[in-house]
């Protein structure tokens, strides 16, 4: 069953049901309103009546004078002795030869009753009549509730009447504005159904109705989960491009020295250590490549420990101080002792990756500054150099795995990924720190990392 006629068929039977609770609530109050009326008129009936009789010296029933009877009342009276004898009876009941209720008429209390003559319902009170203690007769008074039980039939045929088109109705509105309601919905499976048999995560859901009700939430949710995928997907896609590339240059160099080599009949010293380079080249890549997926999928262990930056910046200093050899000058310009909580191997490798590429982005002549100093709570590491430069364009980009900025492409640049910016980036913003860039095309480039100092114990952080 659809959920829209589950649905209707809800919306149809609880309105139906309502109205039907209501309209019977209703029928009770009305017949209890219409009993207790009858009741009341024939209660002051009766006792109108009661004060009209008397007795005589030998016990008998007199009945002084009749009581004034409002015909328009509907109320009709019988009066008979001990021996069942009637003394009075009203126009009606005169052919009527035993009490109007004969069930009743032996009890010693007055007593409210229902009977019918012939077809004629009537309410009855029977009053038993004492004298000296001594039972002497029974007064009946009877209603005709005719007129009553009509408009109980009626109000009854109303309300079921009412229920059912009420019930009618709702179900024929439900099923349209359910309808409606729904359509986006039957969008969204469209959609999907499209999604899947196009294999194409493109689409988008139109969101036709309002932003923020449950369907229009539902829209962009889906729209988002859409929007992730479509990233994830692509960003595989370039990322498994991107490796494949990067593997293929030195596996073409190494197949290339091989095929030298074999042409020639001798391993010469060039082509072997081409092979090597290229083979070093490769293990590094793998390397980066297992950071960097360890990284994303945040399996990439971190040891911290209390650790004396400024020891370990000079080390990076003192290594890199070889691959700059003369081409570069590198200095550090400013060294403050400090101390962080960090992961010494992973920081050698940030520290490793900013200055070499700070080295490797400088041309022959320029220069590298590094400076380690406290600023707030903070240590601060600046790697300048005066090199290339990056442009407006590469440089919110630069921190993506495997970009690399279209210069440093086309220069056929040693070495480079584009992986060690996004591992640096990955492992500082673990140590609760953060990394920035600076730079101007041609004139140079400026990181600053920025890492939590050390507290001593004890100590709360302020700010
Ligand atoms: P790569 O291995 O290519 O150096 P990185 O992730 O370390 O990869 O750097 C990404 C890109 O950012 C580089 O390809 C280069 O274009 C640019 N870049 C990084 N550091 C510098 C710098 N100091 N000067 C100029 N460009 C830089």
């Given at each position: 069953m659809s959920l829209r006629l589950r649905l209707t068929i809800l919306y149809s039977t609880l309105t139906g049901g309502i109205l039907l609770v209501f309209g019977m609530l209703i029928f009770i109050m009305v017949n209890v309103l219409l009993v207790n009326q009858v009741d009341t008129i024939l209660l002051e009936t009766a006792r109108d009546a009661i004060q009209r009789i008397r007795v005589n010296v030998s016990g008998e029933l007199v009945l002084i004078e009749l009581p004034r009877m409002d015909m328009t009342a509907n109320v009709y009276m019988q009066v008979m002795d001990v021996g069942g004898n009637i003394e009075f009876a009203s126009a009606p009941l005169r052919n009527l030869d035993r009490p109007i209720d004969p069930v009743v008429a032996g009890l010693r209390q007055q007593t409210f009753s229902d009977t019918y003559i012939e077809t004629v319902h009537l309410r009855v009170l029977s009053v038993p009549l004492f004298a000296g203690g001594r039972r002497i007769g029974l007064l009946q008074a009877a209603y005709n509730t005719g007129i009553a039980d009509d408009t109980r039939a009626t109000?009854?045929?109303?309300?079921?009447?009412?229920?059912?088109?009420?019930?009618?109705?709702?179900?024929?509105?439900?099923?349209?504005?359910?309808?409606?309601?729904?359509?986006?919905?039957?969008?969204?499976?469209?959609?999907?159904?499209?999604?899947?048999?196009?294999?194409?995560?493109?689409?988008?859901?139109?969101?036709?109705?309002?932003?923020?009700?449950?369907?229009?939430?539902?829209?962009?949710?889906?729209n988002a989960t859409l929007e992730r995928l479509e990233h994830i997907f692509t960003s595989q896609q370039r990322f498994l491009a991107d490796v494949s590339h990067e593997l293929r240059t030195p596996l073409t160099v190494i197949?290339?020295?091989?095929?030298?080599?074999?042409?020639?009949?001798?391993?010469?010293?060039?082509?072997?250590?081409?092979?090597?380079?290229?083979?070093?080249?490769?293990?590094?890549?793998?390397?980066?490549?297992?950071?960097?997926?360890?990284?994303?999928?945040?399996?990439?262990?971190?040891?911290?420990?209390?650790?004396?930056?400024?020891?370990?910046?000079l080390e990076v200093f003192k290594?890199?101080?070889?691959?700059?050899?003369?081409?570069?000058?590198?200095?550090?310009?400013?060294?403050?002792?400090?101390?962080?909580?960090?992961?010494?191997?992973?920081?050698?490798?940030?520290?490793?990756?900013?200055?070499?590429?700070?080295?490797?982005?400088?041309?022959?002549?320029?220069?590298?500054?590094?400076?380690?100093?406290?600023?707030?709570?903070?240590?601060?590491?600046?790697?300048?150099?005066?090199?290339?430069?990056?442009?407006?364009?590469?440089?919110?980009?630069?921190?993506?795995?495997?970009?690399?900025?279209?210069?440093?492409?086309?220069?056929?640049?040693?070495?480079?990924?584009?992986?060690?910016?996004?591992?640096?980036?990955?492992?500082?913003?673990?140590?609760g720190g953060r990394i920035e860039v600076d730079s101007a095309e041609g004139q140079g480039t400026s990181f600053a990392i920025y890492l939590p100092l050390l507290q001593p114990e004890g100590t709360i952080p302020v700010g």
């Amino acid at each position: 069953m659809s959920l829209r006629l589950r649905l209707t068929i809800l919306y149809s039977t609880l309105t139906g049901g309502i109205l039907l609770v209501f309209g019977m609530l209703i029928f009770i109050m009305v017949n209890v309103l219409l009993v207790n009326q009858v009741d009341t008129i024939l209660l002051e009936t009766a006792r109108d009546a009661i004060q009209r009789i008397r007795v005589n010296v030998s016990g008998e029933l007199v009945l002084i004078e009749l009581p004034r009877m409002d015909m328009t009342a509907n109320v009709y009276m019988q009066v008979m002795d001990v021996g069942g004898n009637i003394e009075f009876a009203s126009a009606p009941l005169r052919n009527l030869d035993r009490p109007i209720d004969p069930v009743v008429a032996g009890l010693r209390q007055q007593t409210f009753s229902d009977t019918y003559i012939e077809t004629v319902h009537l309410r009855v009170l029977s009053v038993p009549l004492f004298a000296g203690g001594r039972r002497i007769g029974l007064l009946q008074a009877a209603y005709n509730t005719g007129i009553a039980d009509d408009t109980r039939a009626t109000l009854m045929r109303i309300i079921v009447v009412a229920s059912l088109a009420s019930m009618a109705v709702a179900a024929a509105a439900s099923w349209l504005t359910i309808a409606r309601a729904l359509s986006p919905l039957a969008a969204v499976t469209e959609t999907a159904q499209q999604i899947s048999s196009a294999d194409d995560l493109s689409w988008r859901i139109p969101l036709r109705g309002p932003e923020n009700d449950e369907v229009g939430r539902l829209v962009q949710a889906f729209n988002a989960t859409l929007e992730r995928l479509e990233h994830i997907f692509t960003s595989q896609q370039r990322f498994l491009a991107d490796v494949s590339h990067e593997l293929r240059t030195p596996l073409t160099v190494i197949k290339g020295n091989v095929d030298l080599m074999r042409k020639m009949g001798c391993a010469d010293d060039e082509s072997l250590s081409g092979i090597e380079d290229e083979a070093d080249r490769l293990t590094r890549l793998v390397g980066n490549l297992l950071l960097e997926t360890q990284a994303e999928s945040g399996k990439l262990p971190l040891h911290f420990a209390p650790l004396e930056l400024d020891t370990l910046l000079l080390e990076v200093f003192k290594e890199m101080r070889v691959l700059a050899r003369e081409r570069v000058r590198l200095r550090v310009t400013e060294i403050d002792q400090v101390q962080v909580n960090g992961d010494r191997d992973r920081l050698e490798q940030v520290l490793i990756n900013l200055v070499s590429n700070a080295i490797k982005y400088t041309p022959q002549g320029g220069e590298v500054f590094i400076s380690l100093a406290k600023v707030g709570g903070n240590a601060r590491i600046i790697v300048r150099d005066t090199g290339m430069g990056i442009s407006k364009e590469d440089l919110p980009h630069i921190f993506e795995r495997f970009y690399r900025a279209e210069k440093s492409r086309s220069r056929l640049m040693p070495g480079g990924f584009g992986l060690g910016l996004s591992i640096a980036y990955w492992i500082v913003t673990h140590h609760g720190g953060r990394i920035e860039v600076d730079s101007a095309e041609g004139q140079g480039t400026s990181f600053a990392i920025y890492l939590p100092l050390l507290q001593p114990e004890g100590t709360i952080p302020v700010g």
